[in-house]
T-cell receptor, first 114, second 115 residues
Framework: GQNIDQPTEMTATEGAIVQINCTYQTSGFNGLFWYQQHAGEAPTFLSYNVLDGLEEKGRFSSFLSRSKGYSYLLLKELQMKDSASYLCAVNLLYSGAGSYQLTFGKGTKLSVIP | SAVISQKPSRDICQRGTSLTIQCQVDSQVTMMFWYRQQPGQSLTLIATANQGSEATYESGFVIDKFPISRPNLTFSTLTVSNMSPEDSSIYLC????????????FGPGTRLTVT
């Protein structure tokens, strides 16, 4: 089976930096995604890593190490609106209907406090 | 990017009935997916509904229970058949836009409660 692990909850202070880790053991790998999901809303795309290294996009950065089966999402200058669930998802190599299938972790609920 | 709308946004249904959820996308997309998200849980893929082929269902989901239509590149429906309280969940439509990188977008979801 597929296994994607993330911490269940994290708390951080406004203005600080927080790192959300994700480890995966999957039957295939064709990229890793991070999504943000506010309560009661649909997930929104944050980042996509397919090669090792760091991808930076504004206050958010995502890192991938394929050899270690590891990724993290780094959020800088935290704002109250960053309070949300952050979902790690792996694109499995899928030879069925198409070349794309996401398997999601259970998500990390981040609470930003003043 | 892609903007996705779903109808209905929420519904309360009786056990044994069926509900059809509609998904409309503002651009033509090949890859479309239906997910389920139960309260406090992450997303579980129900099926892949690429235009021009039969829907492909994931383990634990069958066509008789979750029939899907994909008549064109901007529209799909998911029917939840013979509902039971265990089907109470949020159902999300999702598409992939492949201009360069894969970017996956989600609809707002349909919140279904079965009584």
């Amino acid at each position: 089976g597929q296994n994607i692990d993330q911490p269940t909850e994290m708390t951080a202070t406004e203005g600080a930096i927080v790192q959300i880790n994700c480890t995966y053991q999957t039957s295939g790998f064709n990229g890793l995604f991070w999504y943000q999901q506010h309560a009661g809303e649909a997930p929104t795309f944050l980042s996509y890593n397919v090669l090792d290294g760091l991808e930076e996009k504004g206050r958010f950065s995502s890192f991938l190490s394929r050899s270690k089966g590891y990724s993290y999402l780094l959020l800088k200058e935290l704002q109250m609106k960053d309070s949300a669930s952050y979902l790690c998802a792996v694109n499995l190599l899928y030879s069925g209907a198409g070349s794309y299938q996401l398997t999601f972790g259970k998500g990390t609920k981040l609470s930003v406090i003043p | 990017s892609a903007v996705i709308s779903q109808k209905p946004s929420r519904d309360i249904c009786q056990r044994g009935t069926s509900l059809t959820i509609q998904c409309q996308v503002d651009s033509q997309v090949t890859m479309m997916f239906w997910y389920r998200q139960q309260p406090g849980q992450s997303l579980t893929l129900i099926a892949t509904a690429n235009q021009g082929s039969e829907a492909t269902y994931e383990s634990g989901f069958v066509i008789d229970k979750f029939p899907i239509s994909r008549p064109n590149l901007t529209f799909s429906t998911l029917t939840v058949s013979n509902m039971s309280p265990e089907d109470s969940s949020i159902y999300l439509c999702s598409v992939v836009v492949t201009g360069g990188n894969y970017e996956q977008y989600f609809g707002p979801g349909t919140r279904l409660t079965v009584t």
